[in-house]
């Protein structure tokens, strides 16, 4: 079993910055993908940022340019540093971890941007 424990969102203006915090423990194979997804209010679930055990990144095109992820494996931690937010950043954000074949979430952390 793998648990996610999700940290570090909240209320940010426009422009403004937050970073999200991504702890996974348990039965966590070494080579494995972390990343985040995101749900607005209405919408699906939008994959937002991934990182992969061997150091490779993947971001939508909307976030692109404004976010990084970054990752400390050794902690199994990954990281959204978020800059330039925009009001269509709001959403509930998930961290996730695909392992031994199997997908976890977190319990998902929300963030809000006000213009």
């Known amino acids: 079993q793998v648990q996610l424990v999700e940290s570090g969102g909240g209320l940010v203006q426009v422009g403004g910055s937050l970073r999200l915090s991504c702890a996974a423990s348990?039965?966590?194979?070494?080579?494995?993908?972390m990343g985040w997804y995101r749900q607005a209010p209405g919408k699906s679930r939008e994959l937002v940022a991934t990182h992969t055990s061997g150091g490779s990144t993947n971001y939508a095109d909307s976030v692109k340019g404004r976010f990084t992820i970054t990752r400390e494996n050794a902690k199994n931690t990954v990281y959204l540093q978020m800059n330039s937010l925009k009001p269509e950043d709001t959403a509930v954000y998930y961290c996730f971890i695909v392992t031994h074949g199997s997908v976890y979430w977190g319990q998902g952390t929300q963030v809000t941007v006000s213009s």
């Open positions: 348990g039965s966590i194979f070494s080579n494995n993908v």
